[in-house]
């Protein structure tokens, strides 16, 4: 199965990055996209069945799943956009005590890197291409720092569940 796999990601990686790409009009995305596809298609490798032919499925995902991906960043810049916070405004909210002081230590134990593509996403709702470029690292480094910071906000979970969860409305 797994020379299958990799023979379809060979023969399809190009036309559904095209397909992706006439979607979100975004490179990076797009490959993103197709890739989060393959790594599902991986994923269920086993217990998937096809019943239309390969190709038809995989259109058919990628379009979805990039769809998705334009719900998803439309919802964050209307949210980034309510919030309208600058770069500058982040470290005085951070510094300031609120009732909401455990979520601030949390989000203060992050490394500064970590801590400002964590904000820059949640609060300030720019993609992930963007924290990208205006930080000069790749996507999969933003995608990594996401990761990385979203398994330690649940790590402590525990302790404070509801502001983890609320994290974006604690800002205010």
Known sequence: MTNKVEELFKNNYALLCLVSFSIVKDRDAAKDIVQDFFVSLWNKRDTLNITTSFEAYARRSV??????????EKKVKKMGHELDLGREDIQPLLDKP???????????????????????????????????????????????????????????????????????????
């Open 63 to 72: 379009k979805n799943l990039s769809l998705l991906y334009l719900e998803k």
């Open 98 to 172: 609120k009732k909401n002081s455990k979520l601030y230590d949390l989000l203060n134990q992050m490394p500064d890197k970590r801590k400002e593509i964590f904000i820059s996403f949640v609060v300030q709702g720019k993609s992930y291409s963007e924290i990208a470029e205006s930080n000069g690292v790749s996507i999969n480094t933003v995608k990594t720092q996401m990761k990385r910071a979203y398994a330690f906000l649940r790590t402590h979970k525990k302790q404070d569940f509801i502001s983890v969860i609320l994290i974006s409305c604690s800002f205010f």
